[in-house]
């Protein structure tokens, strides 16, 4: 069974930019978390959707987005980037988010911000 | 507020040697208790979850334990090998949060031939 990929793994953007990036979780995997990853921050909860809608969020501002899809692939969008949002960007999927199910977690996207 | 604590920040130890990795909870109102492994630079694999109602879980040369009471975490590993060498995070999830994790900051581990 393929694990839980994650494109692109690697991303330069400028100040100002948009960024889109993407998640398919392991087959049969409804629920996608996403985190972000920083030294000085450590992992953080950006948010959650589960059938396409979002059912969980973390204390992120606006600008960090995203969306599940019917086939349960998710995208997250972070637009106006900051040089703060330099990061590695995780995704997670498990059958259907439940306290109790382990959470499989992809490579991560390395967002740089320049 | 959950907040999750691990301690110390790094390691180092020699092969073969037994070693326990720490990690501690605000909330004792938690629903389970996950230990993870990080290589540099890539993706977490899991290693055990401890469900609240349990005590300890075991896997191969790992073995993880839980005290809800003191709010903490222990992460036992067996006569240490080079491969063991990786950042070790332990993260809480708590009631009514679904899979939402709060994690540790790790502990990395290095392990010396």
């Known amino acids: 069974k393929a694990g839980v990929t994650q494109t692109p793994r690697y991303l330069i953007k400028t100040r100002g930019q948009q960024v889109t990036l993407s998640c398919s979780p392991i087959s049969g995997h409804r629920s996608v978390s996403w985190y972000q990853q920083t030294p000085g921050q450590g992992l953080q909860f950006l948010f959650e959707y589960f059938s396409e809608t979002q059912r969980n969020k973390g204390n992120f501002p606006g600008r960090f987005s995203g969306r599940q899809f019917s086939n349960s692939r998710s995208e997250m969008n972070v637009s106006t980037l900051e040089l703060g949002d330099s990061a590695l960007y995780l995704c997670?999927?498990?059958?259907?988010?439940?306290?109790?199910?382990?959470?499989?977690f992809g490579p991560g996207t390395r967002l740089l911000v320049l | 507020k959950q907040e999750v604590t691990q301690i110390p920040a790094a390691l180092s130890v020699p092969e073969g040697e037994n070693l326990v990795l720490n990690c501690s909870f605000t909330d004792s109102a938690i629903y389970n208790l996950q230990w993870f492994r990080q290589d540099p630079g890539k993706g977490l694999t899991s290693l055990l979850l401890?469900?609240?109602?349990?005590r300890e879980q075991t896997s191969g040369r790992l073995n993880a334990s839980l005290d809800k009471s003191s709010g903490r975490s222990t992460l036992y590993i067996a006569a240490s090998q080079p491969g063991d060498s990786a950042t070790y995070l332990c993260?809480?999830?708590?009631?009514?949060?679904?899979?939402?994790?709060?994690f540790g900051q790790g502990t990395e581990l290095s392990v010396k031939p």
């Open positions: 993260a809480a999830t708590n009631y009514n949060q679904g899979g939402k994790l709060i």
């Open positions: 997670a999927s498990s059958l259907t988010g439940e306290e109790q199910e382990t959470q499989y």
């Open positions: 401890i469900q609240s109602s349990q």
